[in-house]
C-alpha cells in the first residue's frame, strides 16, 4: 500500500478510535451514570435510625496511607481524645462529604485520627412537613449528640457544620449551653443574611415589602400550614443551580469538550451525583429560614427564635472556627465574618479561602486550601 494511502487509513483509523470513546462516554454518562460514580465509596456503620435520621460511624481506615489531591497521607492510629460530629445541611445528599477517594472529607478526617461521627438527616417527605428549626436543633441533635457520646464514652465533642449545618451547630450551642461543645468549625453559614452581596440587596427588598404586607394585613408566613411550604428535592436541586447558573451550564459545556476524558467524564458524573440528587425541605424548615433567617435577618442581631425559646448566640463559647468562601454568593465573607460580633468564644479564628458555596467544603482547591488547617487547628484543641 503506498504511504499516502497507509497513512490516509491510519488517520481514519485514529478518528474511528476517537468517535467510538466519545460515543462509549456519551452513552455511560447518559445511560449508565451510575457506574462513573466515585462517591460514598469509604466504609461506615449505621448505629442508629429513626427511619428518617440516621448516625454514622466511620472506623479506623484499613489503609496506612491515603492519596489528598495527589500527595501522600500517612494514617495515624492514634485517636485524638475528642471525636468530631459532622452536622450536615438539609436538603443535601450525604455523597458531598465522601465525594472522591481522593477528595473525601471523612476519609480525610478519619487519616488525621479523628473519631469521625455524622449525623444523616435522611429524605423528608410531606409527612414530615411539620418539622421545624426546633425540630432539628432541640429535639433530634441533643438525641443524636447523646448517641454519639455513648458510643465513643467521650462527653467533649466537636462539631462541624456546613452552610444551614453550620447554623444548626450555633443554635443547638446557643440554646442547650452545652458546655461540652469543646469546638465548633462553621463553613458558608451567614449571620447577617443581609450583607450577603447581591443575594443580600434582595432579601433586603423582600424585607421591605413583608414588613408594609404585616403593617397592612397582619399575615404572616407562619400563619400558613406548613405542608403548603414543602419543597421537593428536585427544586432545591434547581434553585442552587440557578445561584451559579454560568458555572451550572459551563460545566455542561466542558462536559461535550472533554468528552474523549474518561477521568473527567467520571468526575462529571460523580458531581452531578451530588447536585442532581437533592432532597426535600420540610415546610417548618422553609418557614423559620425564610423569615427568621433572611427576611428579618434575626441572627444579625445575635438571636434567632427557635419555637418557643430564643437561641442567643452569646451562649456559644466553644472554640470556634468560621470559614467563607472568598466567591460564596450565598453566604459572602462579610456575612461570615459577623460572628465575631456574637459570640463568647475567647478562641476564634475566621478565614476567607477559596470557592464558592460547595467548594469551601468539597471543591477541588478545598483539601489544600482549608482541609489541612483544619486537621491542625482541630488537633491542638482535641486532646
Excluded: C
Amino acid at each position: 500500500m503506498p504511504d499516502p494511502l497507509k497513512y490516509a487509513f491510519r488517520n481514519a483509523s485514529g478518528i474511528t478510535r476517537q468517535t467510538a470513546l466519545y460515543a462509549s462516554n456519551a452513552f455511560d454518562r447518559v445511560f449508565r451514570a451510575a457506574s462513573l460514580v466515585q462517591a460514598g465509596q469509604t466504609p461506615f456503620e449505621t448505629l442508629h435510625t429513626d427511619g428518617l435520621v440516621s448516625l454514622r460511624y466511620y472506623p479506623p481506615l484499613a489503609e496506612d496511607f491515603i492519596e489528598l489531591d495527589g500527595e501522600m497521607i500517612d494514617v495515624e492510629r492514634t485517636p485524638h481524645k475528642t471525636p468530631i460530629v459532622i452536622v450536615p445541611p438539609l436538603a443535601v445528599n450525604m455523597l458531598i462529604y465522601d465525594l472522591f477517594p481522593q477528595r473525601s472529607l471523612v476519609r480525610f478526617l478519619r487519616a488525621k485520627g479523628f473519631e469521625v461521627y455524622l449525623i444523616d438527616w435522611g429524605v423528608p417527605t410531606r409527612q414530615h412537613s411539620h418539622y421545624n428549626l426546633h425540630t432539628y436543633v432541640a429535639e433530634l441533635l441533643p438525641a443524636y449528640l447523646n448517641r454519639v457520646r455513648e458510643h465513643s464514652g467521650e462527653q467533649e465533642l466537636s462539631l462541624h457544620g456546613w452552610s444551614l449545618g453550620g447554623m444548626f451547630t450555633l443554635f443547638y450551642s446557643a440554646l442547650s449551653r452545652d458546655q461540652h461543645i469543646r469546638n465548633a468549625i462553621v463553613l458558608g453559614s451567614p449571620i447577617d443574611s443581609h450583607a450577603s452581596g447581591l443575594m443580600g440587596l434582595m432579601y433586603q427588598r423582600v424585607s421591605d415589602v413583608a414588613e408594609f404586607i404585616r403593617k397592612r394585613t397582619g399575615f404572616r408566613l407562619h400563619d400558613v400550614k406548613p405542608y403548603w411550604f414543602h419543597t421537593p428535592g428536585w427544586a432545591n436541586t434547581i434553585g442552587f443551580k440557578l445561584t451559579n447558573p454560568i458555572g451550572s451550564v459551563m460545566g455542561y459545556w466542558e462536559l461535550i469538550v472533554r468528552l474523549g476524558d474518561r477521568e473527567f467524564v467520571s468526575s462529571h458524573a460523580t458531581t452531578s451525583a451530588f447536585l442532581d440528587r437533592m432532597v426535600a425541605y420540610p415546610g417548618g424548615i422553609v418557614q423559620d429560614a425564610v423569615v427568621r433567617l433572611w427576611i428579618d435577618n434575626d441572627l444579625s442581631r445575635g438571636q434567632i427564635q427557635i419555637g418557643e425559646d430564643v437561641a442567643r448566640l452569646e451562649n456559644v463559647n466553644a472554640n470556634l472556627l468560621a470559614i467563607a468562601g472568598d466567591s460564596d454568593t450565598l453566604a459572602t465573607p462579610g456575612a461570615v465574618k459577623r460572628i465575631e460580633d456574637h459570640v463568647s468564644s475567647k478562641d476564634v479564628t475566621f478565614r476567607v479561602t477559596p470557592g464558592g458555596h460547595m467548594g469551601i467544603l468539597a471543591g477541588s482547591k478545598a483539601p489544600k486550601e482549608s482541609w489541612l488547617e483544619m486537621a491542625e487547628w482541630l488537633a491542638e484543641r482535641s486532646d
